[in-house]
């Protein structure tokens, strides 16, 4: 992980002078989409880095014990050993990013991955994901507890009614004490975008979240009916951009809700590369939060490897 985000006072006069230019925003995301994804000889260099750059993620009400160790599983060996071993990669410790799961998953993801003996990451979601419509109490527990377990990463979500009636200041307060809560654990804010009515509520719920401290910034929860998409993380991005010239430190973004194709992965990392540059683009700064998007990403790998698609039982899945 990179330098934590200490946060900064709550700037108001600059959240209230936020204009976003819709246009501009929507032909930025058009141009970014229309980049040509890297040459045929480099894509499975790219989708190997997409996967490590991955949160793998369940977040279903029946998930069990045993289905997040087989997720702990596919994060530790994301991708076929002979078809890493084909690319020269079989020794170079390539796994996912994280697992994610749900608060009282913890435990279970924890001890598999000790089981395995892996250092992978397990991060929570907490607040009342995903709606973060229960007492602020009962989240800032939530996040004590998950943290206790041995989540050592913290998706929050804001509490989108103070978003949307404009409260920046209770919302930059609940923030703060969500990261005191969690202690050690790095926190990522999920702004659940598409609950925010407009591009500059997005920009300055972007802002107030890094002003109270947060390690990253994430678009949704993806159970909202419109999750990541490029216009609106070009809005992120931006926000992320101009708070690293305003105070140095670099804050973290995490595209997540509905991205499913390797493709998408290549245009999400064109998107860091350009607006945010080179740095950008490691787990330190950069996730894919995702429950379904590896399948797809390690099917062609399978096709660039040997020139071939996968049948379904020959590419074991989380
Ligand atoms: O935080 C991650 C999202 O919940 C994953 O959404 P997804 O299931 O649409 O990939």
Redesign the pocket.
């Known amino acids: 992980m990179s330098p934590r985000n200490p946060g900064t006072t709550l700037d108001l006069e600059r959240i209230s002078k936020v204009r976003v230019n819709t246009q501009a925003v929507l032909k930025r995301a058009q141009f970014i989409q229309r980049q040509k994804i890297p040459k045929k000889q480099w894509q499975a260099a790219w989708l190997l880095k997409a996967a490590t750059l991955i ?1 793998l ?3 279903a009400g029946d998930d069990t014990a045993s289905n997040v160790h087989r997720l702990c599983l596919k994060a530790i060996q994301p991708v076929r050993y002979d078809l890493l071993k084909k690319l020269d990669m079989h020794d170079k410790g390539v796994t996912t990013a994280a697992v ?1 799961v749900y608060p009282s998953r913890v435990t279970d993801a924890v001890g598999a991955l000790k089981a395995a003996d892996s250092s992978l990451p397990v991060a929570s ?1 907490a607040t009342g994901f ?1 709606a973060g419509q229960t007492p602020l109490e009962t989240r800032l527990q939530e996040v004590r507890i998950a943290v206790s377990d041995g989540a050592t990463e913290i ?1 929050i979500v804001i509490n989108r009614m103070l978003a949307i009636t404009g409260q920046w200041e209770a919302m930059y307060d609940e923030i703060r004490q969500f990261r005191e809560a969690c202690g050690p654990a790095h926190m990522k804010t ?1 702004l659940a975008v598409g609950e925010l009515g407009s591009f500059t509520n997005v920009y300055r719920a972007s802002m107030v979240a890094m002003m109270a401290g947060s390690d990253f910034i ?1 678009t ?4 909202e009916a419109v ?2 998409t490029y216009p609106v993380a070009i809005v992120m991005v931006r926000a992320i951009r101009d708070y690293f010239m305003s105070t140095g430190h670099k804050v973290g973004f ?1 595209p ?5 194709t390797a493709e998408e992965s290549l245009v999400w990392l064109t998107l860091i590369k350009e607006e945010l540059g080179d740095d950008w683009l490691c787990p330190g700064l950069f996730r894919l ?5 590896l399948a797809d990403i390690e099917r062609q790998i399978y096709h660039q490897v040997t020139g071939q698609y996968a049948a379904y039982h020959e590419l074991p899945m989380a």
């Open positions: 949160d993620t369940t977040l994610c979601v995903p998706d999920i994430k949704s929860t993806g159970k999750n990541a995490k997540a809700g509905g991205i499913r939060g995702a429950s379904s998007l």
